[in-house]
C-alpha cells in the first residue's frame, strides 16, 4: 500500500565546498539509501527526482507542527538563499549549489564545513512511500 507523506532527511555540510566570494557552498542534499530518519531511498528515484530541486528556496530550520497549518508557505524571514546547478554525483546523490544571501547564514556554513557534526543540510518534502525491501532492511521505501 503506498501513501502520501511529509518527510525531512538531513545530511551533514561536512562535504561542503565553498566559494566565499559568491556565498556559494557545494552541497548533498540527499544520498541514496537509508536514511537517520529510516526511510529507503534508491539511487534510480533520486535521479529522476533531481530536476524537482532546482532553484528551490532553501530556510533555515523545518517548520514547526503548527507551521504547516499556519504559514505552510513559510517566512521570509527564515529565507536563506536558493539551490542551483542541481546534479547527480558519482555515488547517486543529489548535489547542488547552495547561494546563501545572509551573511550571518554564510558565516554558519563556513564554520559548519570545518566544523563536522555542527550543522546540516536537510530536505523537507512530500512522497510517497510504501513499506518494502531494500539492502536487507524493511521500511518506507520512497517512490
Given at each position: ?53 532546482e532553484g528551490v528556496r532553501a530556510y533555515r530550520d ?29 555515488t547517486g546523490a543529489i548535489e547542488a549549489d547552495l ?45
Amino acid at each position: 500500500m503506498t501513501k502520501t507523506r511529509y518527510f525531512a532527511e538531513m545530511i551533514e555540510l561536512h562535504e561542503a565546498a565553498l566559494d566565499d566570494a559568491a556565498r556559494k557552498a557545494r552541497v548533498t542534499l540527499i544520498a541514496p539509501g537509508w536514511s537517520k530518519n529510516g526511510r529507503y531511498y534508491a539511487a534510480p528515484t533520486l535521479k529522476a527526482a533531481a530536476g524537482l530541486f532546482e532553484g528551490v528556496r532553501a530556510y533555515r530550520d523545518h517548520p514547526g507542527k503548527a507551521d504547516a497549518s499556519n504559514r505552510p508557505e513559510r517566512s521570509v524571514v527564515d529565507l536563506v538563499g536558493v539551490y542551483e546547478n542541481v546534479t547527480v554525483g558519482n555515488t547517486g546523490a543529489i548535489e547542488a549549489d547552495l547561494i546563501v544571501e545572509d551573511e550571518a547564514i554564510w558565516s554558519k556554513v563556513k564554520f559548519a564545513a570545518a566544523h563536522p557534526g555542527y550543522l546540516g543540510m536537510s530536505i523537507n518534502a512530500l512522497g510517497v512511500t510504501a513499506s518494502g525491501e531494500a539492502e536487507g532492511r524493511k521500511g518506507l521505501i520512497v517512490e
